[in-house]
């Protein structure tokens, strides 16, 4: 082995033992807020895929993935909330100041933000979609499909980059294909799937994410079952650059 490649070999090394001790003593990014049927949590370093639960943390490189029939959902630190479909592999990564980050790296997701200055950036095979103030759809399966119900999504490769606003989708062939042109969404392409893939305590879940990661920033939303607004709720939440 050449002194470069021994060099490149240690740093890998030194990353993943980093990840690892990250998800040991970091502060989490994420809470699992739902669990329907086979879901499986996998650790950097981990010797093996264990069930994850509700109200278990989720930390920098975490991956959380759903068997057949099974769904999840996830809150995340700056106030995301992702629900995954059956068959879906989700990646926690480090984001940016803009809010949260998560590779999707095959199936299908649901995002909303539970304020509107919560932002979610998706990383997948074929783009990375930008979701801001959003209700949106994004599948990755051998094409990926974006659809926005609700605020705006980008979806950007190095080819190019699509704007979508509620009512519209695209689709994309690969990364190396340019997004598609944003195209109206038909009454029989939107989902059904994510309805009811969540938690009606999701307030209080919020509060013991906040608690455990140290957060200061207050935050205000309504929760309620079926996504009426039931009751107000005062939180806080990680400030950003932190």
Not at 147 to 166: C, F, P, R
Not at 176 to 193: E, N, R
Not at 233 to 238: E, G, H, Q, T
Request: aromatic residues 4%.
């Amino acid at each position: 082995m050449t002194r470069r490649l021994f060099a490149a070999a240690a740093l890998a090394l030194v990353f993943a033992a980093g990840k690892a001790a990250y998800c040991e003593t970091g502060k989490p990014l994420g809470l699992a807020v739902f669990i329907s049927a086979d879901v499986k949590l996998r650790r950097p370093g981990g010797a093996g895929d264990a069930q994850v639960k509700v109200n278990d943390n989720l930390y920098l490189g975490d991956t959380v993935e759903t068997a057949a029939g099974a769904k999840a959902s996830v809150v995340m630190l700056y106030g995301s909330e992702i629900r995954l479909n059956e068959n879906t592999m989700l990646e926690l990564i480090a984001g940016k100041k803009s809010g949260d980050s998560a590779k999707l790296e095959k199936g299908q997701l649901w995002t909303r933000m539970l304020h509107k200055r919560g932002g979610l950036n998706v990383e997948t095979l074929a783009a990375i979609c930008a979701v801001r103030g959003t209700e949106a759809d994004i599948e990755q399966r051998e094409a990926l499909t974006v659809k926005v119900y609700e605020g705006h999504v980008d979806v950007e490769n190095k080819t190019g980059k699509v704007s979508l606003k509620a009512g519209e989708m695209t689709r994309v062939a690969g990364a190396a294909a340019a997004p598609g042109k944003a195209f109206k969404m038909l009454a029989a392409q939107t989902g059904k799937w994510q309805e009811g893939a969540t938690s009606t305590e999701i307030a209080e879940l919020l509060e013991k994410l906040k608690a455990e990661s140290g957060d200061e920033k207050k935050l205000k939303f309504t929760v309620g079952k079926s996504g009426k607004a039931e009751k107000e709720i005062k939180i806080k939440l990680k400030k950003k650059g932190k």
